[in-house]
């Protein structure tokens, strides 16, 4: 399996931005998928994911109302839509897909198998 994000940049606090991941190399629709971040010497945090049921979605509390990950199975693709962006929002952001993730953690990052290389945010203030 191979992931590609991109769509990262530098931005004014109060920008949008949206991130793209590519899949590759498997089966897509039946993987749920999500979006984390790092900022260098700190943890990799969730950001946004979906269920391979495609039916639901969850947030990080610090994106929730800015951000929104969506997915285009016949694409292979996975969005996230950032909007009002803030500083604290400055990180690398990885795309990540796994066929075992259930509802229940689908935020916790030892539950994917896949990831990309990441694609850089910087927020200005």
């Known amino acids: 399996v191979q992931l590609q994000a991109s769509g990262g940049g530098l931005v004014q606090a109060g920008d949008s931005l949206r991130l793209s991941c590519a899949a590759s190399?498997?089966?897509?629709?039946?993987?749920?998928v999500a979006w984390f971040r790092q900022v260098p010497g700190k943890e990799r945090n969730f950001v946004a994911g979906i269920h391979r049921s495609g039916g639901s979605t969850l947030y990080a509390d610090s994106v929730k109302g800015r951000f929104t990950i969506s997915r285009d199975n016949a694409k292979k693709m996975v969005y996230l839509q950032m909007n009002n962006l803030r500083p604290e929002d400055t990180a690398v952001y990885y795309c990540?897909?796994?066929?075992?993730?259930?509802?229940?953690?689908?935020?916790?990052?030892?539950?994917?198998?896949?990831w990309g290389r990441g694609t850089l945010v910087t927020v200005s203030s």
């Open positions: 990540a897909t796994g066929s075992t993730v259930i509802q229940s953690n689908l935020a916790s990052r030892t539950a994917y198998a896949y």
């Open positions: 190399g498997r089966t897509f629709r039946t993987d749920s």
